[in-house]
Each structure stands twice: as structure tokens, then as C-alpha cells.
């Protein structure tokens, strides 16, 4: 909304631009929109660093969910919000969020059982938000008699949560990547001018409501809130007040309609009911009650059956709205309310005709597809390195899925690397630079110097394209939640002169050279051949809190070299908007696993840290190391090595 101020609809679309292949879903001139809204402040910049893109938005603002369960269901339900906001929130970047699975059929692996494998892409820390666990519990009946089938699962969990969320039971094993659906709308809703207290609808004017919130402190006077809601959901702009910086608030606040937000979210039911699951029919039949964040699943069973699901709650869009959730939308327009949900016989499928199904965040629908379910799309490099690696090797065993866990390929360095290559650059280092880059192919290796010169000119390229024409606070708003990649592709493809005035792109390109040689001379020495990929992009798991505090982190944060960028299967994302440490690779694998239905004890996984969250412990940050090398452990379900069991038994009356 920020960035609609300063560009008119065709320039905000070469800058954030569609899925490849795609139109875009807003096709509302929304410069004008606003303009003729007047939704923004009189006399205001709304160029505040604190303005951020719509998806920051809803991801800085706490929400609640009004539940009529008990108090365990009431926290289970709360833990569930946290894992949908751990999702949404940590997917990644807009450009290059991500995770990655992908299934084999028999027909392509060496064993004639499936093979499946999976990495969520989520922000590091540690502890590591998964905690492997494997659980049991004998078949029983509920208190009315409803029979509850055995549970017997192992995989990953989090702290609180009664069930594996990503695992294998003894017959089927599954995986999730985010689908990154649009169900987070945010609406415009004008204030009555004859009384304050009221917002417009479809109907006339109506009452917000409001709900009075008291936060006990500790040592200090209870604060008490008044929070406000419309038909839509929570008001935002009333828990964020930077929106101020660009809305004015005396006419119009800010609403959010969330999926997850819906007091009949099921997604604990599913949760349960998957580790129960014997076969993929019964996986998906579990799935049909999960909710929120919608997941593309694969899963397999030792059947040999395999099957990609799109599973979630996505809103019905009508035809008319021309917004499609990309930006505020006036909320007393009815074409903007959402018309129900895709019914989940519907939500994209593929039962792996071909031999393998991936998902990696890119596009999953079929040309023709009716429904709508988002533009925001990954760029499709991850998948289609997966898809190379897959196609490569006629039979597949564990350890060529491994193979392609490893692999740092970034099929993006490669588009964008001949104008790197050609840039003519006068700076002193600038040939040394050269032949660091000469035989780079985009294998973002960490003993490399390569990848660390690419990374820096395509940070400086970015600025130097798109500052100029959107503003220095516009850009630190946004730059980190997007890198701007396909915008950057296209600039340079097109030779696109607006975007490259006053100069010709490719001095644009030298000069974006220029400025990364002087950066990294002045962080790591005159001699390119000594810079190291990996030394500028360690994967930092940090502690919260005691990773802000510098006497502690060394002690908390868990920190090693790593490969890859955004794009890689192997992925290293960083957040070059970051003044300190514009390349640590802060988003990676939070987990990796593979699953192989010939024979379910051989599978195996890994993640970043360690089991414990005790930061004395062996077991705090043991498993880094192989993490950082993409080795692995057994994930088995009686396992000769435990350490440690625990048995829950019901208390005694």
C-alpha cells in the first residue's frame, strides 16, 4: 500500500511481479483506489521504516481465538494458533520462502517401495522449534464410548502438542510444504463521520464490537485494552500504530479476516487422527478436518501407494473482486467478502501417475483451474532443481535422496550470472573478482568465493534499481520480505530503461559491482580468493532471548557454515536488508527426512540444534555439525539406543 503511493499499477507490477506465466490476480488500478479513497494521512510521507508489506502486518500482530472447550482444549487450540503463525510467519520471504518434498513410487526406486523425503524451510533458532519424540497409546474408548484407535507414530512435534505433525506412523509416512494460499485479507473500513463508534458495511453503518482485554503485571497497575472488531475480524490498526504513518486513522482502520482465526478449527482432530493413519486413504481421510495453514502433503504407505494433497481451508473469491486479497479492500464492498471455503474435494491432487510428485512452494495448479487460491507463488526454482535431480537417476535409493537434500545449485544465480559476468567494472579488484567468478555455475558452495561476490552485486543491483524510484524508507520497509528477484530478471532482460535511468542497465550492473567489491574489501580484505561463502553466511540458530544479549549468545546462539541461497534445494536464505549480517542464513531445513516404505525403520532425520533446550547440555547443539554436512540419524520407532522414555499414565482419582 506504502509502495502504490509512489508507482502507478503497471511499474508495481514489473516490480513484484506475477508467477511466472501468470497475470496479476489484482487486476483494480490500486494507486487510483487509494488516491480516490483518500485513505491516506493529509501531509503524511508514509514512508516510515515501520510500514510494512501487508503480509508483515498480519504476521507482527497477536490475535486470539474465542474458544467454548475446557481449559486443555483451550491451550491445545492456543498451541495450534502458535504453529499456524509459526508456519505463516517463518514460511520465509515472499521471493524465496520455502520448503521442499517430493515422493517416488516404486516404479522409480531401486527397493520397488516408495521413497518420500521433506524439509520445512522455517526461521532458525534454538532450541529448534521440532522436538523428535515417537508415541504410543493402546486403543481405548472415549468417555461416550466412541472407540479411539492405537496411535503409533514417531517423528517431529512441538512442545505441547499431543501428536507427531511430521513423521511416520508403522504403515505411512507424509510430509508438508507450505501452499501459501490467500487466506489473510485485510479490509479498509470506513469510520461513520456522525459517530465514531460505528464503520460501514454493505447494509449501512453498524457497531464495532468491543471486547475489553486486562493484562496483569507483575509489580504494576493491571493495563486494561479495549479491542475492537468488525465483521471482518480484529482491527489492527488499533494494536499498530505505525499504521498512522500512512492511513488516516480519523476516516478508515485496518480489519484482518484470517482462516485460522475461525473458532471451528479442527486441526487438532486431524493432527490426532493422522497418527492413527494405516494407509494414505486414511492419512487424507484425517486431513479432510485440518484447517489452517493450508500444507501441500505427500505421503506414502508400504502399499505402495502414493499421493499429493492440497489440505486447508482457502476462501471462495467472487468473480467480481478485482483485489483478490493482494492489498486492502474496501470492506462495505460486498464483491470483497469472502463467499465460503473450497470444498476439499476440490483442493489441487495428484495420485503420481508419472512416477513422483514434488512440491516446493511453486505453483501446484493446473492450467485451467477454476479456483483461486493465491498469486504469491515461490518462484519455481527449487522445484525445478528437484525435478532435474529426480529425473536424472532412473531408480532411486535413500541415499539418492539424500543427494538431492544436499544439492546448492541455484538455478536463479544461474539466470541472473551473465550479467554479472559481463559487468565492466573500473574498481581495483574488480578483475581478481572475475576470475573467482570464471567456472562458477551457481553451486552455491560455502568454500567458494563465487557465490559471496554474486550475493553482493545482486544486493547492490537492488538498491540501485529500486531505490531510486520507490524511496530509501519505502525500500527498507520492504526489501528482506521480498529480494525482489523476478522484478530484477525482468529489469535486466528487458534492457528496461525506466528502471535503469539515468544510465543503461548494464552501468548499472558495473556500478552494483563496484559497490559489493568495496563492501566486501572492507569486510574481509583486498584478496578475493580468500573471501568464503560460508564465512559471510554461517546458519545462525539463535536463542530467544539470550541471543540479543552479547555477553550470552556465544553461549545460546548455535552457529555453522553453511551452503546455499533462497533458491537452492539446500537452502540458505538470508535477509540482505539486515545491516549486521545482510548474509547469515537465518531460514533454512528446520528438519530433514526420508522415508523409505521398504522398510520404515531404515528412515531417518535430522535438525539443527539438538533434543535438549539445557544450553549445558551434550544434547543442546549435537546434531549442528551433521545438520551443516546434511547427514542424518535413525528415526526408528523402538529404537536400541533410547536414552531416555516417558510414560504419561492417567492420575489416580
Not at 513410487?105 to 523428535?132: C, E, M, Q
Not at 486441526?267 to 481421510?285: W, Y
Not at 495448479?365 to 532412473?394: C, F, K, M, N, V
Amino acid at each position: 500500500m506504502s509502495v502504490a503511493k509512489t508507482l502507478d499499477t503497471d511499474r508495481l507490477w514489473q516490480l513484484m511481479t506475477p508467477y511466472p506465466g501468470e497475470p496479476p490476480a489484482a487486476s483494480a488500478d490500486l494507486a487510483a483506489l487509494y488516491r480516490q479513497l483518500g485513505v491516506y494521512r493529509p501531509n503524511g510521507s508514509g514512508t516510515s521504516a515501520a510500514v510494512q508489506e501487508l503480509g508483515d502486518v498480519v504476521a507482527q500482530t497477536s490475535t486470539g481465538i474465542a474458544h467454548r472447550e475446557g481449559p486443555l482444549s483451550r491451550q491445545i487450540s492456543a498451541g495450534m494458533l502458535a504453529w499456524s503463525d509459526e508456519f505463516t510467519r517463518n514460511a520465509g520471504t515472499n521471493d524465496g520462502k520455502g520448503s521442499n518434498n517430493w515422493v517416488l513410487a516404486g516404479t522409480r526406486t531401486v527397493s520397488g517401495k516408495p521413497l518420500l523425503a521433506n524439509d520445512p524451510h522455517l526461521g532458525l533458532s534454538a532450541p529448534a522449534i521440532w522436538y523428535f519424540a515417537g508415541m504410543q497409546s493402546p486403543a481405548g474408548k472415549a468417555s461416550d464410548g466412541t472407540p479411539i484407535a492405537a496411535i503409533d507414530a514417531v517423528g517431529a512435534t512441538l512442545p505441547g502438542l499431543p501428536f507427531v505433525v511430521l513423521g511416520r506412523t508403522d504403515r505411512v509416512a507424509w510430509g508438508f510444504t507450505n501452499t501459501g494460499p490467500d487466506v489473510q485479507d485485510l479490509y479498509l473500513e470506513q469510520i461513520n463521520p456522525a459517530d465514531a463508534s460505528q464503520y460501514r458495511t454493505p447494509d449501512g453503518w453498524a457497531p464495532f464490537a468491543v471486547r475489553t482485554e486486562t493484562i496483569r503485571v507483575k509489580g504494576a497497575a493491571d493495563v486494561v485494552l479495549q479491542a475492537r472488531s468488525t465483521r471482518h475480524g480484529p482491527v489492527l490498526s488499533d494494536a499498530q500504530k505505525s499504521h498512522a504513518d500512512v492511513l488516516d486513522l480519523g476516516k478508515y482502520v485496518l480489519a484482518l479476516r484470517w482462516s485460522a482465526l475461525d473458532a471451528d478449527n479442527q486441526t487438532v482432530l486431524a493432527g490426532l487422527q493422522t497418527n492413527q493413519a494405516k494407509s494414505v486413504n486414511e492419512l487424507f481421510q484425517a486431513l479432510s478436518h485440518y484447517h489452517s495453514p493450508m500444507q501441500s502433503v505427500v505421503a506414502a504407505d508400504d502399499q505402495g501407494n502414493v499421493r499429493f494433497k492440497a489440505v486447508g481451508r482457502v476462501p471462495l473469491r467472487d468473480a467480481a473482486n478485482d483485489i483478490r486479497g493482494v492489498a486492502p479492500s474496501p470492506g462495505w464492498d460486498a464483491r470483497y467478502d469472502w463467499k465460503g471455503w473450497l470444498p476439499y474435494d476440490q483442493t489441487p491432487q495428484d495420485d503420481g501417475a508419472r512416477g513422483w510428485i514434488a512440491t516446493a512452494n511453486q505453483r501446484i495448479t493446473a492450467p485451467g483451474y477454476s479456483h483461486y487460491l493465491t498469486q504469491d507463488w515461490a518462484l519455481p526454482y527449487r522445484y525445478e532443481r528437484i525435478a532435474q535431480l529426480i529425473e536424472a537417476t532412473e531408480k532411486h535409493d535413500a541415499q539418492s535422496m539424500q543427494a538431492i537434500h544436499s544439492d546448492v545449485t541455484s538455478l536463479a544465480t544461474r539466470r541472473l550470472l551473465p550479467h554479472l559476468l559481463q559487468a565492466q567494472s573500473a574498481h581495483p579488484l574488480a578483475a581478481a573478482a572475475q576470475a573467482q567468478l570464471k567456472g562458477f555455475d551457481g553451486v552455491m558452495d560455502a568454500q567458494r568465493s563465487a557465490p559471496l561476490v554474486f550475493a553482493a552485486w545482486t544486493d547492490e543491483l537492488a538498491r540501485g534499481l529500486i531505490i531510486p524510484r520507490i524511496g530509501e524508507e519505502r525500500f527498507a520497509a520492504t526489501y528482506g520480505k521480498r529480494d525482489y528477484r523476478a522484478g530484477i530478471e525482468g529489469m535486466l532482460e528487458r534492457n528496461d530503461t525506466w528502471w535503469c535511468q539515468p544510465t543503461s542497465c548494464a552501468d548499472q550492473s558495473a556500478a552494483a559491482l563496484g559497490r559489493a567489491l568495496d563492501r566486501l574489501q572492507a569486510a574481509y580484505g583486498a584478496d578475493p580468493a580468500q573471501w568464503r561463502w560460508g564465512n559471510a553466511h554461517p546458519a545462525l540458530s539463535a536463542h530467544r532471548p539470550f541471543g540479543n544479549v552479547a555477553a550470552l549468545a556465544r553461549f545460546f546462539d548455535v552457529s555453522v557454515p553453511s551452503h546455499g541461497d533462497s533458491y537452492t534445494v539446500n537452502v540458505g536464505q538470508y535477509n540482505a536488508g539486515e545491516a549486521k549480517g545482510p548474509f547469515v542464513n537465518r531460514h533454512a531445513a528446520s528438519l530433514r527426512a526420508v522415508y523409505d516404505l521398504a522398510d520404515l525403520e531404515q528412515s531417518r532425520f535430522i535438525f539443527q540444534t539438538g533434543q535438549s533446550g539445557l544450553v549445558f547440555s551434550p544434547r543442546y547443539r549435537d546434531m549442528s555439525t551433521t545438520w551443516a554436512q546434511t547427514g542424518y540419524r535413525a528415526l526408528q520407532r523402538q529404537p536400541s539406543g533410547w536414552v531416555h522414555e516417558l510414560t504419561l499414565a492417567p492420575a489416580t482419582p
